[in-house]
Antibody, heavy 121, light 108 residues
Framework: EVQLVQSGAEVKKPGESLKISCKGT????????IAWVRQMPGKGLEWMGI????????TYSPSFQGQVTISADKSITTASLQWSSLKASDTAMYYC??????????????WGQGTLVTVSS | EIVLTQSPGTLSLSPGERATLSCRAS???????LAWYQQKPGQAPRLLIY???SRATGIPDRFSGGGSGTDFTLTISRLEPEDFAVYYC?????????FGQGTKVEIK
């Protein structure tokens, strides 16, 4: 069974750093792209970026380029999303999602349960 | 960047009724690369439809998708109690991949 299990909720102060994770099991982790999607409180979904764990090839949405860093460690089948200096506006639910295996289709067939990040002084 | 506009914002219907949701793109979505997701409160999104009209694994046949170019629809033929949720469209015809703002289907 394919599963993406995310790390737990975080409460941080502005300016602090943070790394959240997403562990994939039940499939060949190295062979499927993993995306990160933001959902701000009461709002819709925003694609942030995507990584191929096999070679760490990464693409960011222009809206998030330079704001976050996406990484993956295939040895522990885990993808990560990190911030070097959080802002209050980073408060949101963050989902990881697996891209489908269809080569030219960039939709997401499995999702993690979400990690709630709260940034407040 | 392709902007997706979903309408209506909220759809108030009764169980058993038909729901028709719209997703309009600011420019043509190549190859009808459009997906629909369902999200219930406190849950992650779930894939319903891909390539505009193909149902994902395990999705009941009361869900159907259609459209091409800039206009797409998701139809729920007869609403079940578990279908009341928020629905999002997503285009993957050109990067950056974008989502619509969502349509909430609520119980009337």
């Amino acid at each position: 069974e394919v599963q993406l299990v995310q790390s737990g909720a975080e409460v941080k102060k502005p300016g602090e750093s943070l790394k959240i994770s997403c562990k994939g099991t039940g499939y060949s982790f190295s062979s499927y792209w993993i995306a990160w999607v933001r959902q701000m409180p009461g709002k819709g979904l925003e694609w942030m970026g995507i990584i191929y764990p096999g070679d760490s090839d990464t693409t960011y949405s222009p809206s998030f380029q330079g704001q976050v860093t996406i990484s993956a460690d295939k040895s522990i089948t885990t993808a990560s999303l990190q911030w070097s200096s959080l802002k209050a506006s980073d408060t949101a639910m963050y989902y990881c999602a697996r891209k489908t295996g269809y080569s030219s289709r960039w939709f997401f067939d499995y999702w993690g349960q979400g990690t709630l990040v709260t940034v407040s002084s | 960047e392709i902007v997706l506009t979903q309408s209506p914002g909220t759809l108030s219907l009764s169980p058993g009724e038909r729901a028709t949701l719209s997703c309009r793109a600011s420019q043509s979505v190549s190859s009808s690369y459009l997906a629909w997701y369902q999200q219930k409160p406190g849950q992650a999104p779930r894939l319903l439809i891909y390539d505009a009209s193909s149902r994902a694994t395990g999705i009941p046949d009361r869900f159907s998708g259609g459209g091409s170019g800039t206009d797409f629809t998701l139809t729920i033929s007869r609403l079940e109690p578990e279908d009341f949720a928020v629905y999002y469209c997503q285009q993957y015809g050109s990067s950056p991949w974008t989502f619509g703002q969502g349509t909430k289907v609520e119980i009337k």
